[in-house]
């Protein structure tokens, strides 16, 4: 069965610092890949989605950036964190017929 | 507004009851979907209703499609304390060969026991 694996559960990190947040997914084969933020008590905000290895597609213009290295391996990196990227931020792959979402557990990132 | 807005953005309700949700969303979308979310925790995937289709059903779950008023509704029968979460409602739009999901802001369902 598929599965999908997101680390670190939480994170605390200091303004100006690099970020890199990976995700991994077992039991598929080029799945599509997501990056998807979350501020406190709202929805989600697409900032990233893959379709292949190095194939990468940005929603939004902002501090942040995404890299696909490998097949089943997506990771969201900053060179320098701002207060406002904090935020839940969650990791998916497009399943059953590429229709329905599977989300990791989350990163909560805060930056101070 | 955005695509999917959820209504209400709270809803508290006693166990046993019956809750239900809306969503609206504003371009054509090949399906829309609902998903579960725990406090701190990832989405969990629901329910998927094609454009075609205008009913569904999955356990305690019923999901309605208009396409016309460009609106669905999930209702939650005989609601249970371990219910509460928030519910994000997400479509899948045509033109994006519904690769991408766009969410709304969720309702925050609390059922008390």
């Known amino acids: 069965s598929q599965t999908i694996h997101q680390w670190p559960a939480t994170l605390v990190q200091p303004v100006g610092s690099p970020l890199s947040l990976e995700c991994t997914v077992e039991g598929t084969s080029n799945p599509n890949l997501y990056w998807y933020r979350q501020a406190a008590g709202r929805g989600l905000q697409l900032l990233f989605y893959?379709?292949?290895?190095?194939?990468i597609s940005s929603e939004v213009p902002q501090n942040l950036s995404a890299s696909r290295p490998q097949d089943r391996q997506f990771i969201l990196s900053s060179k320098k964190l701002l207060l406002s990227d904090s935020g839940f931020y969650l990791c998916?792959?497009?399943?059953?017929?590429?229709?329905?979402?599977?989300f990791g557990s989350g990163t909560q990132l805060s930056v101070l | 507004s955005q695509q999917g807005e959820e209504d209400p953005q709270a809803l508290s309700i006693q166990e046993g009851e019956n809750a239900t949700m809306n969503c609206s969303y504003k371009t054509s979308i090949n399906n829309l979907q609902w998903y579960r979310q725990n406090s701190g925790r990832g989405l969990v995937h629901l329910i998927l209703i094609r454009s075609n289709e205008r009913e569904k059903h999955s356990g305690r779950l019923r999901v309605t499609l208009d396409t016309s008023k460009k609106s669905s509704s999930l209702l939650i029968t005989a609601s249970r304390a371990a219910d509460t979460a928030s519910y994000f409602c997400a479509t899948a739009r045509l033109e994006t060969s519904g690769s991408r999901l766009t969410f709304g802001e969720g309702t925050q369902l609390t059922v008390n026991p």
């Open positions: 893959s379709v292949g290895i190095g194939q």
């Open positions: 998916a792959w497009m399943g059953d017929n590429n229709e329905k979402l599977f």
